[in-house]
């Protein structure tokens, strides 16, 4: 049952948008409530430590930032359903179905105002997030990075996982390979975002999905984050003054940017996005985006995460899901980003944000105030 659905009058008129709209607000409300608590966390950081910034001061910046990378997601993630069914499936005058279903199916009041609190929301909490992450040298230096590094070798039989994987990923154009494949990261995660914000078929699915995704970013990418902070290997000779196990793989690293550089005249987004992390770490840079934290891995709770949701969809996605995971984490290991222990404690961390989302979201008081005509004959999982 639709939300113009729940919303109409006897007559079967269309209800009016504002009626549409306050359905949306209480199904969002968890997740309103949510993000709007948060936002004020940078503002009682502020109140407690001196910072080179006041909270949400490129508040504008987020959101052009989101909306030029949820337009882009989007596209893509169009563009690969158009050719799955086109060149994949072969689906016959496909043209005018996907424009059908594109202006009936997706483009509809429905999902449009659905989604719309909380794409609304998300750059905020966004600009939070990013707030606090660059907060947390200042909050808790730097610590942690020798024990993540005694714990990855403790569990790899005494061997840094970085040097287990060079042997197979150790050649110019495989790491490029897997570079390009772990900047699609951003992609996937603003696709998954996106479409789940105004997703109208299984109900539950979608406020578990986008309830889990913003308690991990908080949960796991600031408050674990800050308990054990961490910069990562990548930063591990300049937190520790230990070279030694990472110096060879950084090496290698910058090589290869140098070597894409010089023959394809191309950026190796690793290195250089490391370089700008670290100079705005330096610098107090608290724009949006910056900011290092090494364990918990986000990208790789949030992978997860999508992953989880995919598993729920079809045996196709639950295979792009869980080859989607392995890239990730593979690539945040090789390109030095994380210690593998990183995505272990950031799984974990998912999981059980997913569980407890999941047995909050059965609660039938919790469905009859999200859902309050879908508790009856029809479920939110429908």
Known sequence: MSLSAVSQSARGV????????????????????????????????????????????????????????????????????????TRLLKVPHFQAEAARRIRYDFLTRERILLALPVLLLWPI???????????????????FDATLHDWDRAIHFGIDPWRLLQPLLGYTWITYTVNIGYTIWF????????????????????????L????????????????????????????????????????????????????????????????MLWNSYVTNNFKVANGISAAPSMHIASSWIIARLAWSMGKRARQFGCLFLLMIFIGSIHLGWHYAVDGYLAIAGAWVLWRFTGWLLDFPAVQAFLWPRRTGNVSPAS
């Open 14 to 85: 269309r209800a009016p948008i504002w009626r549409d709209l306050q359905c949306s607000l209480r199904e969002n409300s968890l997740l309103i409530l949510f993000m709007l608590a948060y936002s004020l966390v940078p503002w009682i950081l502020a109140s407690r430590v001196t910072l080179p910034a006041a909270p949400y001061y490129d508040i504008v910046i987020a959101y052009v930032g989101f909306a030029g990378m949820s337009a882009i997601a989007i596209f893509a993630a169009f563009a690969l359903w158009y050719l799955y069914h």
């Open 125 to 143: 909490f966004a600009s939070a997030f990013t707030f606090i992450k660059s907060s947390i040298p200042l909050v808790q230096p730097y610590y």
């Open 187 to 210: 992609l996937v995660m603003g696709a998954s975002l996106s479409l789940q914000a105004g997703a109208t078929g299984n109900r539950k699915r979608r406020m578990q999905f986008l």
């Open 212 to 275: 889990t995704m913003t308690l991990a970013w908080a949960l796991i990418g600031n408050l674990a984050a800050t308990l054990i902070s961490s910069a990562g290997p990548c930063y591990y000779a300049l937190v520790t003054g230990d070279s030694a196990p990472y110096g060879a793989l950084m090496d290698y690293l910058h090589n290869v940017a140098a070597t894409v550089a010089a023959d394809l005249h191309l950026p190796f987004t690793a290195t250089g996005l490391q370089d």
